[in-house]
């Protein structure tokens, strides 16, 4: 996997950047912003003692301070790494104490509402570049982070309309500097493109993980053990940070209804199917499946290893 | 991770294995065969003549033959490796040819309608052990196969009351020989079990590809870049061998929508609280699901790697 180079001399996306929210994003890019060489300082901030205390241990950044004043106060750059339902919260906080033309910048799963939400409380002087990295794992807090996160991963961009080139600017040479690919699209249709490949994937596995928990017909103990025909597979995004999760599902309520009632008509039409013993719709619709992974692995999205390289042979 | 090793002077499972299907699991069960020494000989058939071409340029088995007959012919272990929908037809091609006594078995994911099918045909004195390995990639035919495959991964055994205990004995052997754990249930509990850990998932990811495809409003480039936000994980047995997949569903109707209506019941459920906004339901839910995962690395059915051990960092 090739790994970004910044060219000699070539100016840094910031001098000092602060990080609000030491989770895996945080965490990643603090590790992410040193190894690239992306900001002169970085400065941490999370809400939790202990997971400030956690960061220290593990040197995330260059400082780790006690409150947000402390974070922002002569950053250039501001990335806000919370769940989206705090976003506002945090924006409010930060707003008094922001320098004049901060870039501030977010990690959100979600835009329209975290837009929304950001605004009411900036300052009219700071420029908001929302942001969203196309990445993750299942783990969570400052020890799951790792530097090559974003690399070969997108990122994408939902700036408003009319927003500064520069500020825009920077914030593409920062994702990029961490090795992602950059698109630019409209918060609406962002919310829209995640609700499908993101947001109801994860609905849909934590519901089968569920489902799976509560049969009394069939034991947990079974579930785990004969997990390996198919379930194992939903298990690590149904693994994914709950209050994160949370917060994208009551945020980007529309979309994912949206998309969650087309999922349903096709389900009930491949029960109808099977109901029926109609063998041809299920084969031409499972034929056509593996079409689009071939895409996904073809695109550097996903190993071409079988079973995601699980077991090396 | 272990492998199995036999215990030098002990007893072949099979002086002469034919395994009927040159798939994923015909494959691998003849290198596993092979590599832990449990059959003198190992003759391999398939109705296709590319299949058994493309096996012989690999080397399989000790031997490729161009029929039936010929591959059951002295055979004291007969392995089924078909869609389960091919069963019933195999066992009537295979029947005049068994030798006395000869042990028969299968791999399907299906047990109840495969014994079925199965025992309408096999003449008395063979005898039939239904099993079914919990294992496979999404990847099919016989370049697919790996020895490895079977390596602590369960087999389910599904023998009629009464079945011979020489034969359950030797099959146990046989699978336990290719690193695999052994466990014996009933058929309808097995595709119970089955149903909720492999087939409900199956269906759902096969489902879920779908729609995203389908979808006007977000294009399927958009699906394929963006996918590393969950969907590119349903990708993956949604690329699994249609063929087989269709099989599963017709042969496992009702287990399937009994399993598939509580799901839909708990997805219901679940859009209702996001609608409404109700917060602590969806956090407990996806709290619960985090254990589920843990139980399962736990067990060394899943690796502890963060993304499935994807990147390495």
Redesign the interface.
Known sequence: ?AEPKRQPGEALPFERLAIIGIGLIGSSIALAARRFALARRVVLFDISDDVRAEAARLGLGDEIVASFAESVRGADGVVICVPVGACGAVAAEISPYLQDGAIVTDVG?VKSAVIKAVLEHLPPHARFVPAHP??????SGPG?G?P?LFVN??C?LTPPNGMDGDAVARIRAFWEGMGANV?LMSPDHHD???A????????????????????Q??T?S???????????????????D??M???V??HN?EA??E??A???E??SA??RA??W?E?DK??D??????A?????VS?G???PE??????K?
């Open positions: 996997m799963s196309v990445a993750g794992t299942e783990n799951a790792f090559s991963r997108w994408i698109e829209l493109v995640l499908v490949t993101s947001h109801l994937p994860h609905l849909i596995a934590y519901n089968i993980v569920g489902t799976a928990d509560d049969l017909s069939v947990q079974e579930v785990i053990k004969f997990s390996a025909g198919g379930f194992r597979d939903f298990t690590r995004i149904a693994a994914s709950p209050t999760w949370r917060d599902f009551l309520k994912v209804l998309v969650l087309r999922f349903n096709d389900l491949l029960a099977i109901r013993g063998g299920l084969f619709l499972f034929s056509r499946t593996r689009i992974r071939r895409g996904i695109q999205q996903e190993t079988p079973d995601f390289g699980r077991r042979i």
